[in-house]
DNA sequence: TCATTTTATATCGTATGCGATGTATATGTC
DNA sequence: GACATATACATCGCATACGATATAAAATGA
């Protein structure tokens, strides 16, 4: 009597990204420790090098991370002197997070760090192309399917 | 000056990982929640639905999980009464998590809830089968690469 | 204008997830 | 059998991640 295919542990696409989410974290972990960074505060950063000061709500959704998440973040790159927060003179509502000077020159070092953890296994970059592309669409069905479920118990 | 494509946030697979994980979390809770239980709780349900009364050392290795983050999730599993620990006699270091009745009672309830979930997005069938293996060798590079690092240290 | 509603943050409680450490039991070696 | 080592589990501290709630400021509208 086997079971239905789909809902074997080792199956599961959800599981799979699960584990994968867990190890890259560790992963990750190696390189970013000895700054001082975890994994959701190194893409605060990631965002902000993209572009420097960004609204809460901005960060927020570049992440998909809602405030209550968010916020501990940021409090602790503000502790660690990475980022400052001020208020808006627009908004005051609103909440400007900018990079330090220390965030913007300690960049290339880290990044550099990354790239040397990550060469070392080539595959990755093999992998990576088109895994990158169904992942993204699996994110947009995911992001859909989770905004939708409020509507959905009207149906 | 654009930078190196690999770094910018969106197209960084670990952050693509790390953003469906969080999105299946959301989803799932949808369906798990008025049983009471998380995703990580329903996890170790899994496997023990697949071989029941595991030892606590093969769910860890199953699910890729430490004990300091299973203990707590598996006494939580005790006290809402779906599995129970007891010593093995043979090892009396290890402990057996076995399903109660009402775990085996309500694995088909629970199943088909997370089906008629996901039949909602008939999209995410179709992503599922490639995705799913290209993620399966990803973590093995992954956990390979996360058991290297001790020696890495010595190169 | 002024009450209502929406929006942007902040805070709180619960549940992971991890590394580090502690403890009891097995195991291997002599 | 004694003892060093390894293994299985437990516990702790720190850092997310989420939903729920609170608060202040902006936007809306009668």
Redesign the pocket.
């Known amino acids: 009597m086997k079971k239905i295919k789909a809902f074997l542990l080792e199956d599961q696409l959800c599981f799979a990204v ?1 584990k994968a ?3 890259f ?2 992963l990750y ?1 190696q390189v970013l420790e000895p700054f001082g960074l ?4 190194y ?1 605060v950063l990631l965002a902000l090098w993209e572009q420097d000061s960004l ?6 959704e570049k ?15 503000v502790d660690k002197g990475w980022v400052t ?1 001020e ?2 003179s ?7 997070i900018s990079l330090t000077e220390k965030a913007r020159a300690t960049e290339t070092l880290i990044t550099e760090k990354l790239m040397e953890k990550m060469a070392h296994c080539d595959a990755l970059t093999v992998i990576d192309g088109d895994l990158r592309a169904q992942l993204q669409n699996l994110n947009e069905l995911l992001t859909q399917l ?1 905004n939708m479920e409020v509507k959905d118990e009207y149906l």
Chains 1, 2 share one sequence.
């Open positions: 699960y989410a867990n190890q974290t560790k972990r975890t994994y959701p505060q893409l609204v809460v709500k901005q960060i927020s992440l998909s991370l809602g405030i209550g998440t968010l916020n501990p973040i940021l409090n602790k790159l927060k208020t808006s627009k908004d005051k509502r609103a909440v400007i989770n």
